[in-house]
């Protein structure tokens, strides 16, 4: 059982950063890959990024390439989403979860992970 818990988000206006954290529970963290992901009201949830287990893989969807950046400290057990240049259609809830992944790899759809947090909410203002 891996438990997720989310910080970081809040107000910002256009343009500005934010990073967001999210700290796990459990001894085995670096044998899970990682993602952020995000839902509007009235939308799917969507991916944003993930991080494989050791770190050495990332990926970002193409809306946030260029301004998020993932990252991971496995000595801490956490994750960290730094987002720049921030946008209004930034603007969501943000998730973080966790995919038992004891080979490597990542994932970047919803299904394939295991646990959730119960995330932080990002507004972005224009």
């Known amino acids: 059982q891996v438990q997720l818990v989310e910080s970081g988000g809040g107000l910002v206006q256009a343009g500005d950063s934010l990073r967001l954290s999210c700290a796990a529970s459990?001894?085995?963290?670096?044998?899970?890959?990682m993602g952020w992901f995000r839902q509007a009201p009235g939308k799917e949830r969507e991916f944003v990024a993930a991080?494989?287990?050791?770190?050495?893989?990332?990926y970002s969807a193409d809306s946030v390439k260029g301004r998020f950046t993932i990252s991971r400290v496995n000595a801490k057990n956490t994750v960290y989403l730094q987002m720049n240049s921030l946008k209004p259609e930034d603007t969501a809830l943000y998730y973080c979860?966790?995919?038992?992944?004891?080979?490597?790899?990542?994932?970047?759809?919803?299904?394939?992970?295991?646990?959730w947090g119960q995330g932080t909410q990002v507004t972005v203002s224009s």
């Open positions: 979860a966790a995919m038992s992944a004891p080979y490597g790899g990542l994932g970047t759809h919803v299904n394939l992970y295991d646990y």
């Open positions: 991080i494989s287990g050791s770190g050495a893989s990332t």
């Open positions: 459990g001894r085995t963290f670096s044998t899970y890959a």
